[in-house]
């Protein structure tokens, strides 16, 4: 499976975007999706799953209420849809996929390139 995420950019504190992950593979609806990102100097941090169906979810603390994780089987597509942003959320965010449900970053086996989302205050 090969990942493409897209849809970061420069957004004010308290707006929106949305993130899309595009994989190639006839595969892609038997994995669990998940989103990760990185802020400059710390360490990757999980962000939200989604199992193989779209039936469960999950977030980390500081997203939740705000993030909400999707999937469309049809189009190989996982999004991450983001609303009040806060500048806090400034990172590289990344698309990866699990055999399983999965929050560590250890449990996915493949990961996208990364996409630059930077809240300004």
């Known amino acids: ?53 779209g039936g469960a979810t999950y977030y980390a603390d500081p997203v939740k209420g705000r993030f909400t994780i999707s999937r469309d089987n049809a189009k190989n597509t996982v999004y991450l849809q983001m609303n009040s942003l806060k500048p806090e959320d400034t990172a590289v965010y990344y698309c990866a996929g699990s055999g399983g449900f999965a929050t560590k970053a250890r449990s996915y086996d493949y990961w996208g390139q990364g996409t630059l989302v930077t809240v300004s205050s």
């Not at 993130?19 to 400059?40: D, E, H, I, K």
């Open 1 to 53: 499976v090969q990942l493409q995420a897209s849809g970061g950019g420069l957004v004010q504190a308290g707006g929106s975007l949305r993130l899309s992950c595009a994989a190639s593979g006839r595969t892609f609806s038997t994995y669990g999706m998940g989103w990760f990102r990185q802020a400059p100097g710390k360490e990757r941090e999980f962000v939200a799953a989604i199992s193989w169906s």
